[in-house]
């Protein structure tokens, strides 16, 4: 079971995930893969969810988890015993509840070593940059035409590996 976001850029069961991508390219990477519905797969939002009215899931394996604290957000993550959990990162989740960063982010990180865990937002912000800093890997997505439509606007990096092709080494002459 994989989820491919873009041509080279495929998740797999075992990692933590942080992803910052278009709304747009997530549902499609979501509802384009039929294979999703044989698993089970928990989809965690709190208070808001801008991706939940698109994604075409009538699959019984389908399950969602509404979290409304940083609390109830931990709660969730350590009963959950899906193929797949995705969650839809909310930042209100953590106001006044700051404390709680590191062990959601140890908790993300521990749900990622039997299931495929993906954190998603469409940006950074401080709360997800937390979070994100325990994955196994972070990938931002951007739209064709934000950096000049140029193949490699596609930025992955994984912790330890080497850096990205787009990155040049200068020389000292």
Known sequence: MRIELRRGITLHPGTFTAVIAPQALILSALNGNPDLRRFLFLFVCGNYSRLLSGIGRTSANFEVRRPFTADQL????????????????DPTLFDGGERLLAPAAAALRDAGREALVILYAPAMDRSFAALARQADRLIELLPLGEMGQHPRDTRSHRRGGPPPRAQQTLEVS
């Not at 709660?75 to 959990?85: R, S």
Request: aromatic residues 6%; hydrophobic residues 50%; without cysteine.
């Open 74 to 89: 931990l709660t969730v993550l350590n009963e959950a015993g899906h193929t797949v959990v995705f969650v839809e990162h």
